[in-house]
């Protein structure tokens, strides 16, 4: 249903015009409190990198993130990541992540992003708590934000926007009625757009997910995906249709498809439920970080790669590597 609001389907969205509009006032004085000086924007001594969003909901953040990372580490660069930390709930914050931290203390993206690039990363609802924590612990050169696009609570150096390139944005109005945390207008003042998928207007980057061998959860054994049997495919992401899709690009008709709420919370007992003794689980990286200490024999998992043709991709690195020469 909130699919159909928000691409203006439904007229629905129309009742939710007044929290729009009370959402957008908001935001707007909060952003406007920091460019009159009305608030102070915490600088670090290093560079700052924000990747975020303008709309809610899932946009491929995350693995341009990852793909961050790994560029710049391949070019000696020593890389940083905060967080939120959106569905984690920590003892204490800022929280340093070490091989032991759960995504219950530190929410999902946090963890896949410590788990695949070997990166220092911290969360705190206070990013800046984050980057000082990390900076005391670790001599790094450069700090990468995963979302924060609207916390202008902390100066950044580069601003980063992914877009979904099939959902774009919607009706374009804000929350609740629409998708949008800020209008379309912001992207005037980034650096760089990066769309996933569909089609990349003039001067964005067009950006693809790739996925790579299926991995089995108990195990590391790596196989096609499209050679797994009676495929379940369980997905609690942002849009759980983007990797459904994904799988039939792979050559996978699922069986059943199973859509979570993003950042959900798994069990043991309800994860087993979704499939009997014939059939594979596969579900995004995303959800196997939730799952790995209780997985069970036929559950894969699906790693996608942020992909780029052309050079675009390569000078937008080459941009932030200057940033610590």
Not at 196 to 223: D, F, S, V, W, Y
Request: hydrophobic fraction near 45%; include cysteine.
């Amino acid at each position: 249903m909130i699919e159909r609001i928000w691409s203006g389907q439904s007229p629905l969205w129309l009742l939710l015009l007044p929290f729009s509009w009370l959402y957008g006032l908001v935001s707007g004085l909060i952003k406007l409190s920091y460019r009159l000086g009305l608030r102070r924007a915490w600088r670090a001594p290093v560079p700052v990198v924000v990747v975020g969003n303008l709309t809610a909901g899932g946009n491929g953040k995350t693995p341009v993130v990852v793909w961050l990372v790994e560029q710049l580490q391949r070019r000696g660069v020593r890389v940083g990541v905060v967080s939120r930390g959106y569905g984690g709930k920590a003892a204490h914050y800022p929280l340093l992540l070490t091989p032991q931290t759960s995504t219950g203390e530190a929410g999902d993206e946090p963890v896949l992003i410590f788990q695949r690039t070997g990166a220092p990363v911290a969360v705190s609802p206070v990013r800046a708590d984050a980057v000082k924590a990390l900076l005391a612990a670790h001599p790094l050169q450069i700090i990468i934000t995963d979302d924060g696009l609207q916390h202008y609570a902390l100066a950044r150096d580069k601003e980063i926007v992914v877009i979904d390139g099939a959902r774009r944005f919607g009706n374009g109005w804000w929350l609740p009625a629409g998708p949008m945390r800020e209008r379309a207008g912001r992207l005037r003042s980034v650096d760089a757009v990066i769309t996933n998928g569909g089609e990349a207007h003039t001067g964005e980057i067009a950006m693809t997910l790739q996925p790579g061998l299926a991995i089995n959860l108990q195990t590391g054994e790596k196989r096609s995906v499209d050679s797994l049997p009676q495929v379940v495919a369980m997905a609690g992401i942002g849009h759980p249709p983007r990797f459904f899709a994904t799988l039939e690009q792979a050559g996978v008709q699922p069986v059943k498809t199973i859509s979570l709420a993003d950042h959900q919370a798994l069990d043991e007992a309800q994860v087993a439920a979704f499939i009997n003794d014939k059939q594979s689980l596969v579900m995004t990286e995303k959800d196997a970080v939730k799952c790995r200490e209780f997985a069970r024999p036929q559950w894969w998992y699906l790693p996608v790669d942020a992909t780029f043709a052309g050079s675009q991709a390569d000078e937008l690195v080459d941009t932030l590597h200057a940033l610590v020469r």
